[in-house]
């Protein structure tokens, strides 16, 4: 499939060849579900932590005698069933993360690009090297294109570009070896520069 790819400032810069196995694919759901399921849970830390029996701080001394109390019997206050005991089975830290195989999760990138292209939201770009690492300058072209939560992909991210990119809060920059499915979907527009789609189409070719 071809799409027009334009320069920064919103000039025609010819087209390109998108390859249809990666961007013309009929975008799964399911698929793109159980990806951005296996990043988020990767993501998570696990770190939660409650104090057990064991570690809550308090005397170990039988708290009244065993017989005549017309109570239940209870040997310390750290029991579960009381103030500021130990907590019975609760959290302890742990990997919330689960496998994924490499070849699935080329397969949810594929279908995230595809969702972007039949959505009409991937915009193809010459290039976005800058000849000075000017926010306010990147900042006018980008409200002129009206890229709103813009996720832009390089293949190598100039330096300029990136600079400049760091201060506006609706952009955000990876180079292609970055690209997930995450991000891609959570973006209003998809940009993706010529030496992106190639780089892009190596990696999932």
Do not use: C
Not at 147 to 159: C, F, G, N, P, Y
């Amino acid at each position: 499939m071809k799409a027009d790819a334009i320069k920064l400032d919103g000039a025609q810069a010819g087209s390109v060849d998108l390859n249809d196995e990666i961007f013309g694919l009929e975008p799964r759901v399911d698929i793109l579900h159980r990806v951005v399921r296996w990043q988020r849970n990767n993501a998570q830390q696990g770190t939660h932590k409650v104090k057990t029996r064991s570690e809550v701080k308090y005397s170990t001394k039988k708290i009244y005698r065993q017989k005549g109390t017309g109570g239940a019997r209870h040997g310390a206050r750290s029991a579960p069933i009381f103030r500021g005991g130990g907590i019975y089975k609760g959290p302890t830290p742990r990997s919330h993360g689960h496998e994924l195989t490499k070849k699935f999760r080329k397969l949810g990138l594929r279908h995230a690009l595809s969702a972007k292209a039949a959505a009409g939201e991937l915009v193809i770009v010459d290039s976005v090297d800058m000849k000075d690492a000017k926010t306010s300058v990147l900042a006018k072209q980008v409200k002129d294109l009206g890229w709103k939560r813009a996720l832009v992909i390089d293949a190598q991210v100039s330096e300029n570009f990136a600079v400049a990119a760091r201060n506006i809060a609706t952009i955000d920059v990876l180079p292609s070896v970055g690209a997930n499915v995450y991000d891609i979907l959570k973006s209003d527009t998809l940009v993706l520069t010529k030496a992106g789609v190639e780089a892009l189409e190596a990696r999932l070719s």
